[in-house]
């Protein structure tokens, strides 16, 4: 196999110290760092594609996505040096009164191994700060989790805010969680539904891409 591929298959097999090798050594063939950049994703696509057809699970991606950061944290200095695009930011936070972050975390390392910058605004998100993050970070979408039906009127009223102050067309709205549904999402206006981490990546690209 080339370096290149040897990279994805160490990234889909969840070696963290094969993955840092091979991206080394991609740099010392001077092979180009956004070839080596989309190598580290594509292995990352391929893991997201297994766990939303339920052939593996968390622990997999867990892995998977330690070892692609593994070879990120190689590139980081020169992706910033060369400014790779990327396919945009994406804000991801579990919203007020909510404490649970699982499926957030699952979420934001697909998102991210998809090629998008993901900001974690963690979890028991107040309104005003998901409006504060939309103004500093710009973002293409904002994702938010609820597992709780008593959280979940707080999307809502972050979707109203931000129609508010006049934000509402400058970023998309994607939520999910155990007890949200498409049926919620379109009663408060969103953009989207994900019912699993596999089929937010999906809604991501759908919602920015187009694909």
């Known amino acids: 196999m080339s370096t290149l591929e040897n990279v994805k298959s160490a990234v889909i097999n969840g070696n963290n110290s094969q993955v840092k090798e091979y991206t080394e050594l991609a740099l010392s063939e001077e092979i180009d760092v956004s070839v080596i950049f989309n190598s580290l994703i594509a292995g990352m696509n391929h893991i997201g594609k297994r766990f939303k ?3 593996i699970y968390v622990p997999e991606v867990l892995m998977a996505a330690r070892a692609m950061h593994a070879g990120l944290n190689v590139l980081k ?3 910033t040096e060369k400014n790779i695009a990327k396919n945009g930011t994406v804000l991801i936070g579990t ?3 909510d404490l ?3 499926g957030k975390n699952l979420v934001l390392m697909m998102v991210e191994g998809a090629g998008y910058d993901v900001v974690d605004l963690g ?3 107040p309104t005003e700060q998901f409006i504060k993050a939309v103004e500093k970070y710009e973002p293409k979408v904002l994702c938010m989790s609820a597992l709780l039906t ?3 009127p707080a999307m809502a009223e972050v979707i109203d805010t931000l129609s508010e102050k006049g934000l509402r067309d400058k970023v998309k709205v994607i939520i999910g969680g155990a007890p949200v549904n ?3 999402a379109d009663q408060i206006g ?3 539904f994900a019912p699993d981490a596999g089929r937010a990546v999906d809604k991501v690209n759908e919602v920015v891409l187009g694909s």
């Open 150 to 152: 008593t959280t979940m």
């Open 53 to 55: 057809n339920n052939e």
């Open 182 to 184: 498409q049926k919620y």
């Open 123 to 125: 979890i028991d998100v």
């Open 100 to 102: 649970h972050d699982i």
């Open 190 to 192: 969103a953009d989207g």
């Open 77 to 79: 200095p020169l992706i």
């Open 95 to 97: 919203v007020q009164g």
